[in-house]
């Protein structure tokens, strides 16, 4: 799911940890997350019920009733997700090319050589088809 750059939300530390889990262990209930989320944080049962409400109608999380409660899913994946925010993040402080690549390496300073490997196949991929 690609949202334009106005359209990519704001997210809060808890929505960002249901995000993460739902990115993990794919589809689960409020009780569930809260069960999974109160391990690492003290968060109660409607905050996280809330979380993912909030998330829900930013339009991130997709769900479906299953007897009385609500089933979650992740609609965005995390990469697109991510993207999305940097592409914000360059549009709100209007960089230019130069400053977009440089932030852009300045980040891929902090990732490991495997996704560096990674990240230089995409980019040799775009340009061939770019170019074709």
């Known amino acids: 799911m690609k949202h334009s750059t106005t359209d990519t939300p704001v997210l809060g530390e808890l929505e960002i940890q249901v995000l993460e889990a739902l990115w993990v262990n794919g589809e689960m209930s409020a009780k569930d ?20 409400e909030r998330l829900f109608r930013k339009g ?22 991510l993207g999305n925010l940097i592409n914000d993040l360059v549009t709100r402080f209007q960089a230019d090319s130069v400053s977009s690549a440089a932030a852009i390496l300045n980040a891929a300073e902090q990732i490991d050589d495997d996704s560096l490997d990674l990240l230089e196949a995409e980019i040799q991929r775009r340009r061939e088809e770019r170019n074709q």
Do not use: G
């Open 33 to 52: 997350m809260h069960e999974l989320i109160n391990r690492e944080r003290n968060a109660s049962a409607n905050s996280v019920q809330s979380a993912m």
């Open 60 to 81: 991130l999380l997709s769900r479906s009733k299953s007897s009385h409660r609500y089933l979650y899913n992740a609609k965005v994946s995390k990469s697109d997700l």
